[in-house]
Nanobody, 125 residues
Framework: QVQLVESGGGLVQAGGSLRLSCAAS??????????MGWFRQAPGKEREFVAA????????YYADSVKGRFTISRDNAGNTVYLQMNSLKPEDTALYYC????????????????WGQGTQVTVSS
């Protein structure tokens, strides 16, 4: 089984920065997952893709809305994924989820098999 735990959310003013972390654990994590991603969901809105990274870190995808402001990365062991968020805007306010895929690096949440509980990011204007 794979467990994902997010941290690093909080309240920040517009223009500020936050770094989210996602710690993965589980006996089979490194053997069954090939990609990790970040998604977000604001109240009353659908879940939205933010960024994704391959197991080796060589492939990254970003949503157009965050390109140039957010950076996804992972540690050398591959068990922790980060989302550095700069120049935050009020529209970035959402519950941010970390997810892991057994299939591929994807922008589609349905292709992710494991999910964390989420961490809240609130950006004030």
């Amino acid at each position: 089984q794979v467990q994902l735990v997010e941290s690093g959310g909080g309240l920040v003013q517009a223009g500020g920065s936050l770094r989210l972390s996602c710690a993965a654990s589980g006996r089979t994590f490194s053997t069954v997952t090939v990609a990790m991603g970040w998604f977000r969901q604001a109240p009353g809105k659908e879940r939205e893709f933010v960024a994704a990274i391959s197991r080796g870190g060589t492939i990254t995808y970003y949503a157009d809305s965050v390109k140039g402001r957010f950076t996804i990365s992972r540690d050398n062991a591959g068990n922790t994924v980060y989302l550095q968020m700069n120049s935050l805007k009020p529209e970035d306010t959402a519950l941010y989820y970390c997810a892991a895929s057994r299939l591929r690096v994807s922008r589609t949440w349905q292709e992710y098999d494991y999910w964390g509980q989420g961490t809240q990011v609130t950006v004030s204007s």
